[in-house]
């Protein structure tokens, strides 16, 4: 179908961008486009106004500041894919966004995009989940930061209010030579995950793991941090065992379902997935290579 | 609501300043407002990329994007990938290998491959598939369209 009509409106600046959220009523804001433009063809949604921030240069942005990375909101997937900062500092990002979608859709679609659209299966925010991430918000009246952990509020539902824009995420990255991986279970390849594992691993010279991070996507309606596995892993050298037994710890999520897989089948394959990335991780921060 | 606004870019080589009202998808701008009908529309939700373009040199879906959005882009459609006279080295090999049979999904996966062959010039039959992971064919089947690309790739060398 179509788009049924709307106005228009192209914002070259924040600032600008900010006062139109503050004034229009019933206002969207479209970024890439790959989620939005589908669900108004649809007619699934009818924004009276859509502001685009396709022209805002400076939400376009990648920067390192004070030991920090700084992804603007308005950074498109491949450009990210290709950054040689995020490829050299964030390698889990760089192998998750090769199975978002396809090259046309990440050609258009954004960072940011993906973090407010917020589907329950999609790759970066388990990413950030495993970073610690934090989102940066502004609206006329201020700007705000919200952790990753306290970003999903409900199925697709972020806490982002209709006059807020997101700006950036924000986090620091691992230390060279910490082990990463990403892996999910999809269908196809490019189609969202039926769930995921995103894991972060470092050792300590006598082999143990200094520190780990587990988040897995597709199993609830935001990012799910495995902090009970951490916990196990911390101080112990990754062997078969200690994995497997920690990776169980993606049993006891809360699970959920749709036509695609039930709630048992995804808790079962985010156990495999989990324990898998476990090892992948681990076995790359041995080797110190980083990726 | 919905007022006209006025754009200007190059399609194909050429400069083109229209009035459009802000709904007007870019697939449906080609199609319907420039007559260039090679860009096909399947599922108007991003999902089979009949509708795939070349913006800036990227591939992107038409139907996810509007026309004022391509306001002083550059977008090259199937028909920018066509010589004068005859065939692209491209379109041969995929009429040579029956790369396709109705012709529907052939002008977007001609997009997809220009944009992909240029970063990849030398990709194995995996990476081919992978690259064409975002365009569905309902009819030939992959195998006549992944030889097409392979035997494009080794004529190239
Ligand atoms: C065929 C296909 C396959 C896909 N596969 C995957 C996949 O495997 N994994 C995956 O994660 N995604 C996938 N996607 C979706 C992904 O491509 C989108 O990029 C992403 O979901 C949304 O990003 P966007 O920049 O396109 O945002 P848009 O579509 O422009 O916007 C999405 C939502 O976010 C809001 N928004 C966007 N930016 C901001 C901002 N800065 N501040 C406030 N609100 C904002 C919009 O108002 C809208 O509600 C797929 C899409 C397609 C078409
Ligand atoms: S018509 Fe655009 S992707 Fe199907
Ligand atoms: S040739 Fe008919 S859909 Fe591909």
Redesign the interface.
């Known amino acids: ?8 409106h ?1 914002p070259n600046s924040v600032a600008e961008a900010l006062d139109l959220l503050a004034r229009l009523d019933d206002a969207k804001v479209i970024a890439g ?2 989620s939005l ?2 669900m108004m ?2 007619r699934y949604i009818a924004p ?1 106004n ?1 502001i ?1 921030i ?1 022209r805002i240069a400076a939400l376009a942005e990648i920067t390192e500041e004070g030991g920090n990375l700084r992804i603007g909101a308005m950074v498109r997937q ?1 450009d990210a894919q290709d950054s040689p900062l995020l490829r050299a500092r964030a390698p889990l990002m760089i192998e998750a966004l090769d199975l978002i ?5 990440r ?2 679609g954004t960072i940011g995009g993906s973090l407010a659209h917020l589907d329950p299966a999609a790759e970066l925010p388990a990413v950030f989940s495993a970073h610690d991430a934090v989102l940066h918000l502004a609206s006329a009246n201020g700007a705000r930061e919200v952790p990753i952990g306290g970003w999903s509020q409900g199925f697709m539902a972020p806490d982002l209010e209709p006059d807020e824009l997101l700006t950036a995420i924000a986090f620091s990255p691992w230390p060279a030579g910490h082990g990463h991986a990403f892996l999910e279970l999809a269908r ?3 189609d969202f995950a039926l769930a995921g594992a995103a894991a972060l691993i470092t050792l300590d010279r006598q082999g143990r793991i200094d520190r780990a991070a587990i988040a897995l996507t597709g199993v609830d309606m935001g990012p799910v941090r495995l902090d009970a596995a951490e916990a196990m892993l911390a101080g112990q050298v990754p062997g078969a065992e200690l994995i497997a037994a920690a990776a169980q710890c993606a049993d006891r999520v809360a699970g959920i379902e749709d036509v695609h897989a039930s709630r048992d089948y995804r808790r079962r394959i985010a156990v495999v997935y989990t324990r898998r990335a476990l090892e992948l991780a681990s076995q790359r921060a041995a080797s110190g290579a980083g990726r | ?3 006209p ?1 006025g754009i200007s870019l190059r399609v194909n080589g050429d400069a083109v300043t229209r009035s459009v ?3 007007l ?1 870019l697939a ?1 701008f080609l199609r319907h407002e420039l007559s260039l009908t090679g860009t096909h529309i399947g599922c ?3 999902v089979c ?1 009949a509708c ?1 373009v070349l ?1 800036d040199g ?4 038409s ?4 026309a ?2 391509a306001d002083g882009c550059a977008v090259t459609t199937v028909e920018g990938l066509t010589p004068a006279e005859g065939l692209s080295p491209l379109q041969q090999a995929f009429a040579d290998n029956h790369g396709l049979q109705c012709g529907y999904c052939t002008p977007g996966i001609l997009c ?1 491959l220009s ?2 062959l240029d970063i990849n010039p030398n990709p194995s039959e995996g990476e081919i598939r ?2 064409l ?2 365009n569905l064919c309902r009819c030939t089947g992959y195998q006549g369209i992944v030889d097409a690309a392979l035997a494009y790739v080794r004529s190239a060398q």
């Open positions: 179908m179509k788009p049924a009509a709307f106005d228009y192209r486009g790959q433009m589908a063809n649809y009276e859509l685009d396709n491949r979608g396809h090259l046309q859709t050609n258009r196809r390849h490019g | 609501m919905n007022e606004l009202e802000p709904r998808t449906d108007e939700h991003g990329g795939t913006l990227r591939s992107v879906r139907c996810l994007m509007l004022v959005q997809t944009e992909y992978e690259a992971s975002g």
